[in-house]
């Protein structure tokens, strides 16, 4: 049976650790909020340009750019977004569980499948396994720019036009509440709008591009794989902390629960201590009659 002395031990132990994990949930709110502020602020910028785009897919008929022409598959390239820290609750092992399924599902295909990697937590995985890692970004978690999405999308880009992978798939966990995030995967190259094109009488509206159409593609197309990188990039960032700060105040709970066992625990032990003396005093008291 544990000593007082230990049990005492225990209980500071757990009161520290409690100190820590009520830290890091405030600390993780803190950062919550300014990232679902760029969140909010990100996501109707980035359907507009999807739409944008669709909807000139849709008026225009498919266009001959080398990142809308579908080819033959061989290599398919998942960019798969983690986080570079811990402590999160099961947010990096639910993306690091897609991945694995659809890697299993695409080499049964028979295609070759290469890794893009965001976040230590993924690379610390994959570099064990027997995969591919195409190309690794660390360093990202809580200092979001649009500079790091620019440099993501321009390899991932410039890959694809060398024709070293034949399409390319977006794995991040969506921000829906504070409680919630889903896992999600999109298709980035080559790009299909995800809208559905809407039935209408009306005639479709005829489009003129200035100065041309290959033009308004080689820029629009481009910018759209950063944004909607850029986008994943916040939706995991808040995504992130969202489940730091929920999986903080769990550990804080659970810190409260414990505490309290154990001090009912120390305070059984002190009374049956307490009791064992008395007994040996009445005991001595009773020798000596």
């Given at each position: 049976?544990?000593?007082?002395?230990?049990?005492?031990?225990?209980?500071?132990?757990?009161?520290?650790?409690?100190?820590?994990?009520?830290?890091?949930?405030?600390?993780?709110?803190?950062?919550?909020?300014?990232?679902?502020?760029?969140?909010?602020?990100?996501?109707?910028?980035?359907?507009?340009m999807k739409s944008v785009l669709g909807s000139l897919?849709?008026?225009?008929?498919?266009?001959?750019?080398?990142?809308?022409?579908?080819?033959?598959?061989?290599?398919?390239?998942?960019?798969?977004?983690?986080?570079?820290?811990?402590?999160?609750?099961?947010?990096?092992?639910?993306?690091?569980?897609?991945?694995?399924?659809?890697?299993?599902?695409?080499?049964?295909?028979?295609?070759?499948?290469?890794?893009?990697?965001?976040?230590?937590?993924?690379?610390?995985?994959?570099?064990?396994?027997?995969?591919?890692?195409?190309?690794?970004?660390?360093?990202?978690?809580?200092?979001?720019?649009?500079?790091?999405?620019?440099?993501?999308?321009?390899?991932?880009?410039?890959?694809?036009?060398?024709?070293?992978?034949?399409?390319?798939?977006?794995?991040?966990n969506k921000f829906i509440t504070v409680m919630a995030?889903?896992?999600?995967?999109?298709?980035?190259?080559?790009?299909?709008?995800?809208?559905?094109?809407?039935?209408?009488?009306?005639?479709?509206?005829?489009?003129?591009?200035?100065?041309?159409?290959?033009?308004?593609?080689?820029?629009?197309?481009?910018?759209?794989?950063?944004?909607?990188?850029?986008?994943?990039?916040?939706?995991?960032?808040?995504?992130?902390?969202?489940?730091?700060?929920?999986?903080?105040?769990n550990a804080t709970q659970n810190a409260n629960e414990?505490?309290?066992?154990?001090?009912?625990?120390?305070?059984?032990?002190?009374?049956?201590?307490?009791?064992?003396?008395?007994?040996?005093?009445?005991?001595?008291?009773?020798?000596?009659?």
């Open positions: 049976m544990a000593t007082l002395r230990e049990i005492k031990r225990r209980i500071e132990a757990v009161k520290n650790t409690k100190q820590i994990t009520s830290a890091m949930k405030m600390v993780a709110a803190s950062k919550l909020r300014k990232a679902q502020s760029r969140m909010l602020e990100m996501r109707p910028y980035a359907d507009k897919s849709a008026g225009s008929g498919i266009a001959e750019h080398p990142l809308l022409k579908p080819r033959a598959r061989k290599t398919v390239d998942i960019l798969i977004m983690t986080s570079d820290r811990g402590l999160c609750g099961a947010f990096n092992s639910n993306i690091i569980k897609k991945a694995n399924a659809f890697i299993k599902e695409r080499k049964s295909e028979g295609l070759d499948v290469s890794l893009s990697l965001i976040g230590k937590k993924a690379l610390d995985y994959y570099k064990r396994r027997d995969v591919n890692i195409r190309k690794s970004w660390t360093g990202l978690s809580g200092k979001v720019s649009f500079a790091g999405s620019q440099e993501i999308a321009n390899n991932v880009i410039d890959s694809y036009l060398g024709e070293n992978i034949d399409e390319v798939f977006l794995l991040y995030q889903e896992v999600t995967m999109s298709r980035l190259l080559p790009y299909a709008s995800d809208a559905e094109p809407e039935e209408s009488s009306e005639p479709s509206t005829a489009y003129l591009y200035e100065p041309s159409r290959e033009e308004v593609y080689n820029q629009l197309l481009p910018k759209n794989i950063e944004v909607q990188i850029f986008r994943a990039i916040i939706e995991s960032s808040a995504s992130e902390e969202a489940a730091r700060m929920t999986s903080m105040e414990m505490i309290g066992a154990l001090t009912l625990k120390y305070n059984k032990a002190r009374q049956a201590s307490i009791t064992a003396e008395l007994m040996d005093i009445v005991g001595g008291v009773e020798a000596l009659k």
